[in-house]
């Protein structure tokens, strides 16, 4: 038995109870939505600490496979330790929940042939049960002690109802001209309102009014978000001195936009410019593809080596009640290219771009596609690396040194941009500020400049967002949200690209004046996915 046998033995283990993992061994699988009952949660954490335990039991040989044995046994011991903290079987918050699987199942479906229409059929049939099994699995949760905070229930539920009333399944198979079809779209309508019901009148009685999760929860989440530890203290400090330093960096490129090189008066000229401002979701998503071609012609290449068949990606705007940008990876046959979506607020159809540049760097080139698009590339990785190792220190951390990188590459084009890029550098440090001091209570310190209370609360951590990092106010509360349901997750931008640069800095510092920027992000990407712990030692040891 070897590294790779285990990897073999838990992937072809998986696949039976997880469709990606059937889609990453060349199966069909159906359906699409997974089975979300609490024996299919018990069942998959069963697969899971088997191949931990026989991981330990096992060394690895060559390169390849010491990479190997790292990504996995880190990935298979946080799943282990998310599952048996409850936090797995527990899990509403406003994004990427088994709840937003089932509905966002139909955004990468094709509805151009009557095959295409009956895949959608089978998954619409679908969608009652799986929310009648994810219902289980959250009161079985409860019924161990595990819930969430009144506030991510309450945000879920808002986003059900959002959906019915929007219409989603309903107009989703409107262009068919179906009956059939017409009729599972409303009994998955009906399901989801059920849904919202079931979380409003039997979870949020048994729902806790504490946002914070607790040093213990925390430790737990982090670590598995990041793929590594982390000395909380040390963190939240160093997220302070980022925020010092990214804010009077903010008024220096101010200062090149506007003569008084005040921050707020260089934002109302930006924002007053009818050169940088996009109305309509066309026109919106036309800039999206336009800018996002023109930056992977300029590094592909010339930068990075991107395989041609992963080039591609496709920029799609939506309306959403969330507002952000966000990114979905090709599929493992490469049956349709990776995504950007662009989900606007409610009723938002007008964007400033020069606000957004960043975030397409982050979300497409050089950020996430670039990224996935070097991975999917690598045919001596192991089908889970390439495929299913998600970490969110390592994806976020590359996406958000991607920002910076974009800038060192020449594709940040006026200080108008620049300043977006420094806006979104601070968004993500407010992140590590917001996340830490909501979870664990800690105290803000004095005199720091921006803000005078002493104890945080979810509405001054929106503020912090808004005032500092310009964040609009519907987005920066969707953004507390959201961290409050994912404790540790958003350390995993700013602390994952500290990582980037620290192991870049030491690279250089190795190898002096024959220091290569080309070769050391093809030699990191190479790599695969992998925590931030195994990632620091790999990069080291390189």
Do not use: K
Request: glycine share 8%; aromatic share 8%.
């Amino acid at each position: 038995m070897d590294v790779t046998q285990v990897a073999d033995d838990y992937l072809r283990d998986l696949a039976d109870l997880d469709p990606d993992a059937a889609q990453t061994l060349g199966r069909t699988p159906s359906p699409l939505i997974p089975d979300l009952s609490p024996d299919a949660f018990a069942r998959r954490h069963e697969v899971t600490a088997r191949a931990s335990a026989r991981l330990a039991a096992v060394s690895p040989g060559g390169f390849r496979e010491r990479v190997l044995h790292a990504a996995l046994s880190e990935r298979l011991a946080s799943d282990v330790a998310l599952y048996e903290a409850g936090f797995t079987t527990a899990l509403l918050a406003p994004l990427a929940t088994p709840v937003h699987q089932v509905r966002r199942t139909f955004d990468d479906l094709p509805a151009a042939t009557a095959d295409d229409w009956a895949v959608i059929g089978r998954e619409l049939a679908r969608v009652p049960l799986a929310l009648r099994e994810y219902t289980a699995t959250l009161t079985a949760s409860a019924d161990r002690g595990h819930v969430v905070a009144r506030r991510q229930v309450l945000a879920v539920a808002a986003q059900c109802d959002g959906w019915v009333a929007d219409r989603f399944y309903p107009a989703l198979v409107e262009p068919a001209g179906s009956s059939s079809l017409a009729r599972l779209a409303d009994a998955a309508a009906e399901a989801t309102a059920a849904f919202a019901t079931f979380l409003r009148s039997e979870l949020l009685p048994r729902a806790g009014s504490r946002d914070g999760v607790g040093r213990e929860l925390y430790e737990v989440t982090s670590a598995a978000f990041l793929g590594a530890p982390i000395d909380a203290e040390e963190t939240y400090a160093w997220g302070w001195d980022e925020l010092a330093a990214l804010t009077a960096r903010a008024r220096a490129v101010a200062g090149e936009v506007v003569r008084s090189g005040d921050v707020d008066d260089a934002v109302r000229a930006l924002d007053a410019d009818p050169a940088g401002t996009i109305d309509s979701v066309p026109a919106l998503e036309a800039w999206l593809q336009r800018r996002v071609d023109e930056t992977m012609d300029a590094v592909a290449g010339t930068h990075f080596d991107v395989p041609g068949r992963t080039r591609r990606v496709e920029c799609r705007v939506t309306p959403s009640a969330s507002g952000v940008m966000y990114y979905v990876p090709a599929d493992p046959g490469l049956t349709r290219p990776g995504r950007v979506w662009w989900t606007l607020p409610g009723g938002v159809t007008r964007a400033h771009v020069w606000r957004e540049v960043s975030t397409l760097h982050h979300e497409g080139v050089p950020g996430h596609h670039l990224q996935y698009a070097v991975t999917l590339g690598l045919g001596d990785l192991h089908p889970w690396q390439r495929s299913l190792c998600h970490v969110h220190g390592y994806a976020e951390g590359w996406a958000h040194y991607a920002e910076e990188l974009a800038d060192e590459l020449g594709l940040i084009r006026t200080p108008g941009e620049r300043l977006g890029m420094i806006f979104a550098q601070l968004w993500r440090a407010v992140r590590v500020v917001v996340d830490l001091g909501l979870h664990l209570d800690l105290p803000i310190p004095r005199g720091n400049g921006l803000v005078d209370a002493e104890r945080w609360t979810p509405e001054l951590g929106a503020r912090l967002l808004t005032d500092v990092a310009r964040v609009d106010p519907q987005t920066a509360a969707f953004e507390v949200d959201r961290y409050l349901g994912w404790p540790g997750q958003a350390l995993a931008f700013r602390v994952g690209a500290r990582l980037w640069r620290e192991a870049r800095a030491a690279a250089s510092a190795r190898a002096g004046a024959a220091f290569d920027l080309r070769r050391f992000h093809a030699d990191a990407l190479r790599l695969g996915p992998v925590g931030l712990g195994p990632l620091r030692t790999l990069l080291t040891d390189a």
